[in-house]
C-alpha cells in the first residue's frame, strides 16, 4: 500500500470509528474487522492504530470506554458514543460531504460517473 494510502486511511479513520460507533457499541477488534468486510477488504487498520484514534475520542469526551465481562473470566473493552461524540460525528460528515461534492466538483467526476453509468447502459442493451 502506497504512503499516500495509509495518509488517506488514517485521516478517514476517526469519522469511520465514530460512524461504526454510532450504530452499537463496540470494541476494536471489532471495529477493525467491521471496516475491512464493509470496504470490502479496502480498508484495512492495524488494531494499535486504531486504539490511538480511540484514545484520543476518549480523551475528547466524544466517546467511552466500559469493560464487560466475556465468557467466564475474559473483559472486553467496548466504547460508545457519547452525545458529544454524535454531534461531532454530524460535523465532520457535514464537513466530508461539502469537501467532496467540492473535489468532485472540480476533478468533474460527477461527469466521469454520468458518461460511465450510459456507457454500461448501451454496453447491456446491445
Known amino acids: 500500500m502506497s504512503q499516500n494510502q495509509e495518509n488517506f486511511k488514517r485521516g478517514c ?5 465514530l460512524y461504526l460507533l454510532s450504530k452499537e457499541d463496540m470494541y476494536g477488534y471489532q471495529i477493525t474487522q467491521l471496516m475491512e468486510e464493509k470496504s470490502g477488504g479496502r480498508f484495512t487498520m492495524l488494531e494499535g492504530t486504531l486504539y490511538l484514534i480511540l484514545y484520543k ?8 470506554s466500559y469493560t464487560k465481562l466475556v465468557g467466564k473470566k475474559r473483559t472486553r473493552k467496548y466504547y460508545h458514543l457519547e452525545d458529544k461524540g454524535r454531534e461531532y460525528l454530524d460535523e465532520i460528515l457535514n464537513e466530508y460531504d461539502e469537501i467532496t461534492l467540492g473535489i468532485s ?18 454496453v447491456s442493451n446491445d
Open 105 to 122: 466538483l472540480i476533478l468533474d467526476r460527477n461527469s466521469h460517473s454520468k458518461l460511465r453509468a450510459i456507457e454500461n447502459n448501451k
Open 13 to 17: 479513520a476517526e469519522v469511520l470509528a
Open 57 to 64: 475520542l476518549v480523551d475528547a469526551g466524544y466517546i467511552k
